[in-house]
C-alpha cells in the first residue's frame, strides 16, 4: 500500500516538474518573440511619414530603402528562426500575415521585386519561399517532436 502511494506521489511530482519545465520554455519563448516584435515597430516608426501614409506620390529615399531592406532581414530571421522551432503557431500566423500586408504596399512591395529580380533565391531564400506559398504560416514549420518539446503547437498564449 504504501509503496502504491510512493510511485503516485512519485508520478504527480515528476508530472508538475514536467508542466513546470514547459511553462518555462514557452515563456521564454515568447519573451524571445517579444524581442522581434519590438525590432519591427523599431523600424516602422524609423519610415517616413509618406512612406507611412501610403502617400499615392510617395517617391523610394535612401533611409526608407535601408528601412525595407533591414525589415527584408527581419522577415527573413523570422523565418529561420520558424524553421528551428523559436516561434509558435499562433505567434508565426499572425507574423505571417503582417508580412503580407507589409509587402503588398510600398516601399515593400518593390524592393522584393527588385530583391527577387536581382538575386534570385540566393538573398532571402525562405522569404521568398513564404511569399511563393502565398504567406500561408504553415509552409514552414519545424518538425513535430521540436514543437511538441517546446511548447509551441496550439493557438493559445498569444
Excluded at 63 to 74: G, N, P
Excluded at 82 to 87: L, Y
Excluded at 139 to 144: A, G, Q, R
Aim: hydrophobic letters at 40%; proline letters at 3%; aromatic letters at 10%.
Amino acid at each position: 500500500m504504501i509503496q502504491n502511494i510512493s510511485a503516485v506521489v512519485t508520478a504527480v511530482g515528476v508530472l508538475l516538474a514536467a508542466l513546470s519545465i514547459r511553462a518555462a520554455q514557452r515563456q521564454r519563448l515568447r519573451s524571445f518573440e517579444s524581442f522581434y516584435v519590438e525590432r519591427y515597430w523599431s523600424l516602422m516608426d524609423s519610415l517616413s511619414l509618406p512612406a507611412i501614409k501610403l502617400d499615392p506620390d510617395y517617391k523610394r529615399c535612401p533611409s526608407d530603402e535601408k528601412v525595407v531592406y533591414s525589415y527584408l532581414r527581419l522577415c527573413e530571421d523570422e523565418c529561420e528562426l520558424r524553421e528551428k522551432g523559436w516561434i509558435g503557431d499562433a505567434t508565426w500566423k499572425i507574423w505571417t500575415d503582417g508580412m503580407a500586408a507589409q509587402f503588398d504596399r510600398e516601399p515593400f512591395a518593390q524592393t522584393l521585386k527588385e530583391v527577387r529580380d536581382k538575386y534570385g533565391k540566393t538573398q532571402y531564400k525562405l522569404l521568398q519561399e513564404l511569399q511563393d506559398q502565398e504567406w500561408k504560416a504553415a509552409t514552414i514549420h519545424p518538425k513535430l517532436v521540436h514543437r511538441v518539446r517546446a511548447g509551441l503547437t496550439g493557438t493559445s498564449g498569444v
